[in-house]
């Protein structure tokens, strides 16, 4: 049982690492994407064990910090435009404020 916690597959994903995966790999390259995948669910266990709407919106903002900072304008854009969503039907004004912001400097 302890091998399981030393294994790969449950290797801390830091977002450097996915950073680095997508700028030299691209998003449409297989590991590059399962380990985009274990840093997303790394994330949203995260949120989910604060269990608050707050912090699950805090979650997808830090993907499209993740996506803007690898060049994935794109990406990044889409994922605020849904965390801009969320923070409005959760009611959560400073989120929606500050992702707006973010959104801006995008732009």
């Known amino acids: 049982m302890l091998e399981k916690f030393n294994s790969p597959e449950n290797k801390f994903i830091t977002d450097q690492e996915v950073i680095e995966a997508l700028r030299t ?3 449409e390259d297989t590991e590059t994407r399962a380990l ?3 840093w997303t669910e790394q994330n ?3 949120a989910n064990n ?10 997808i903002i830090k993907q499209a910090l993740l996506y803007k900072e690898a060049g994935y304008v794109a990406e990044a854009l889409e994922s605020l435009e849904n965390a ?3 923070a409005f039907n959760e009611k959560e004004t400073e989120l929606y404020q500050q992702i707006i912001a973010i959104i801006d400097s995008i732009d």
């Open 50 to 59: 604060i269990n608050t709407s707050k912090a699950n919106i805090e979650c």
């Open 84 to 86: 801009q969503l969320a």
């Open 44 to 46: 949203e266990t995260e």
């Open 25 to 27: 790999k691209g998003n």
């Open 36 to 38: 985009l995948l274990k």
